[in-house]
């Protein structure tokens, strides 16, 4: 079993910043990747971006890149979610995942057995 802790969610300004942070404990040597989802009001739980233990490579949703940053601090089995550039289209609740995948499939939700509880992210305009 692997458990995920997730903070750093908030209310922010357009064009502001957050960072989110997903603490692992228990098996966490088990999984070979971790990731971000979001899910806002009636829609769909949707990828923004993993990072594999393996080599650190990280990935991530079009609607993110070059605004958001996913890194990883091995010691302390913790994945972040450095957001800047926040518009209000990235209010969701943000998920930390973790589970089995590589280069080609961190973008499928199946791919992940653990997930966090869940922190809100707001962005007003």
């Known amino acids: 079993q692997v458990q995920l802790v997730e903070s750093g969610g908030g209310l922010v300004q357009a064009e502001g910043s957050l960072r989110l942070s997903c603490a692992a404990s228990?098996?966490?040597?088990?999984?070979?990747?971790m990731a971000w989802f979001r899910q806002a009001p009636g829609k769909e739980r949707e990828f923004v971006a993993a990072i594999l233990w393996s080599g650190g490579f990280t990935y991530y949703a079009n609607s993110v890149k070059g605004r958001f940053t996913i890194s990883r601090d091995n010691a302390k089995n913790t994945v972040y979610l450095q957001m800047n550039s926040l518009k209000p289209d990235d209010t969701a609740v943000y998920y930390c995942?973790?589970?089995?995948?590589?280069?080609?499939?961190?973008?499928?939700?199946?791919?992940?057995?653990?997930w966090g509880q869940g922190t809100q992210v707001t962005v007003s305009s």
């Open positions: 228990g098996r966490a040597f088990s999984v070979s990747a």
């Open positions: 995942a973790a589970g089995e995948a590589n280069y080609y499939s961190v973008y499928e939700r199946r791919r992940y057995r653990y």
